[in-house]
């Protein structure tokens, strides 16, 4: 399957404890980037200080660098890069930076797996953006 046709797939597909945004993210680095990333059990209702707390905590970001940010909300990092989403300052949600697509996929909970733009992301509340590639 190509490249739009596998991202058209995922689109609309609904959240769940076991198709949460880190299992989303897993499914993409596997099946675009051929990375894999540890499974995490994701309770059925997850509160946001259950989410940040496994975001902070989680061994998985030893293997993973911070991408510089450029000024302007250039984004320099490569197609593939791990995006830590946050309201404030801590992060509680995780996506895929797509670079051709100039867009991140990730699973919201009310929504499903969407793929949005930056712009669009930060307008529904997730001020920060933080880019991740492996080391």
């Not at 680095?29 to 059990?41: C, I, K, Q, S, V």
């Not at 946001?48 to 030893?62: D, K, N, V, Y």
């Not at 993973?64 to 990092?77: D, N």
């Not at 992301?121 to 920060?128: F, Y």
């Amino acid at each position: 399957m190509d490249r739009p046709a596998y991202l058209r797939s995922l689109i609309g597909r609904p959240w769940s404890s076991s198709a949460s945004c880190w299992h989303l993210a897993r499914e993409v680095e596997r099946e675009m980037f051929g990375r894999e990333l540890p499974d995490a059990e994701v309770p059925s209702l997850p509160s946001w200080r259950w989410m940040i707390e496994s975001i902070e905590g989680h061994p998985e970001r030893a293997r993973w660098r911070e991408v510089e940010r450029r000024p302007h909300g250039l984004v320099t990092a490569a197609d593939g890069a791990l995006v830590l989403m946050a309201r404030s300052n801590r992060p509680a949600h995780i996506g895929v930076w797509l670079r051709p697509e100039q867009a991140i996929i990730h699973a919201d909970q009310g929504a499903g797996v969407m793929l949005e733009l930056m712009t669009t992301l930060r307008a529904r509340g997730w001020a920060r953006l933080r880019f991740y590639e492996p080391i």
